[in-house]
């Protein structure tokens, strides 16, 4: 074989790799795997910082990690998650150092986005 073959095999060879490579990518199996990836990343996230704000409800001591909210203490945390990510969202929890961030259970918080008037005005019922 000539130069040019053996360089035109190799070159046949290594697009095939890719080829396949990027089939898999957005093949069924390759989607789920990906997705999969994602849902432990966020669930290794949101345990990371329920450990950093305490692992329990600042206001009733309730512990159970499925109904506890991660709560801005001033409000203005739909402004904040409309601009980003849910995994940067907790990237930015576990940064910072500074009391801005609380956990509450889902009763607190509701009850506290009552008393503040922090519902939504153009869809609340109240």
């Given amino acids: 074989m000539n130069r040019r073959a053996l360089s035109q ?3 046949k060879a290594t697009i095939k790799g ?10 069924k199996t390759g989607r789920a795997t990906k997705k999969r990836g994602r849902k ?6 949101r345990r990371k ?4 704000l305490g692992n329990q409800c ?12 991660i709560d801005h203490i ?13 995994n940067s ?8 150092n500074g009391s801005k961030y609380q956990l509450l259970c889902a009763n607190c918080n509701w009850i506290k986005r009552h008393e503040n008037n922090e519902y939504s005005k153009g869809r609340g019922r109240w």
């Fill in 9 to 11: 095999k190799k070159y």
């Fill in 18 to 27: 890719q080829i396949t490579e990027k089939k898999y990518k957005y093949s």
């Fill in 40 to 45: 432990n990343y966020y669930k290794n996230s």
């Fill in 49 to 52: 910082v329920l450990e950093k």
């Fill in 58 to 69: 600042v206001k009733c001591g309730f512990a159970d990690i499925r109904a506890l909210q």
């Fill in 74 to 86: 001033n409000g203005g945390g739909a402004k904040e998650l409309k601009n980003m990510s849910i």
């Fill in 89 to 96: 969202f907790l990237k930015g929890v576990l940064l910072d």
